[in-house]
């Protein structure tokens, strides 16, 4: 132990010695403590954090290949998805989104008019089902409903937690109401 403190006081003295030097290692020994662990906690965030969904280890995605066109991780064709769900038999459900790409920026834009000031939003296209298969529920309201799946049946929407706090203030009174999508009324579901 006489020997550790002996070495240290030697490095406290010959740190002293040299403020500018000493300096630049603490700056350099703070940014490596910083930066790895900003990776991760990132790495946490997306890798090892379960997904918030029941039994997140069951899901899994399917896309379509097609070598002779060149395509790879293809978004599955409607006809395809509806062919598949009727005939599993080896899945708990099978549900299909439009609008994320694991190669580009999440959903398509719209825009959302008739509430203050336009604003330009991130959306996805889902079927019915989707949140049963995920096994989420809405905080407000109900999910979509199988007959919403198909086009001309009535338009729904269910709001993120982060738009329904932005753009309509956490107010409840929200579910029921008609907002404006692309100058399409759209009724708020959840």
Not at 104 to 113: I, K, S
């Amino acid at each position: 132990m006489n020997r550790f403190w002996a070495d240290f006081r030697y490095a406290v003295r010959s740190l002293s010695r040299e403020p500018g030097f000493t300096a630049v290692a603490a700056l350099t020994l703070a940014l490596g403590i910083g930066t790895t662990t900003a990776m991760f906690s990132a790495a946490h965030a997306v890798l090892w954090r379960p997904l918030p969904f029941a039994q997140p280890d069951r899901l899994v995605e399917i896309w379509e290949t097609n070598p002779l066109m060149h395509w790879t991780d293809a978004p599955v064709a409607p006809a395809n998805f509806a062919d598949w769900q009727r005939r599993n038999k080896l899945l708990s459900g099978i549900a299909a989104y439009n609008g994320q790409s694991i190669k580009a920026d999440a959903g398509f834009d719209v825009f959302l008019t008739g509430s203050g000031e336009p604003q330009r939003l991130k959306a996805t296209a889902v079927t019915g089902n989707l949140f049963r298969v995920l096994g989420s529920s809405a905080r407000l309201g109900r999910t979509f409903t199988d007959d919403e799946t198909f086009a001309g049946k009535s338009r729904v929407a269910v709001l993120s937690d982060a738009l329904w706090q932005s753009a309509f203030g956490g107010d409840p009174n929200i579910v029921g109401k008609n907002i404006s999508l692309n100058g399409r009324n759209f009724a708020v579901v959840a």
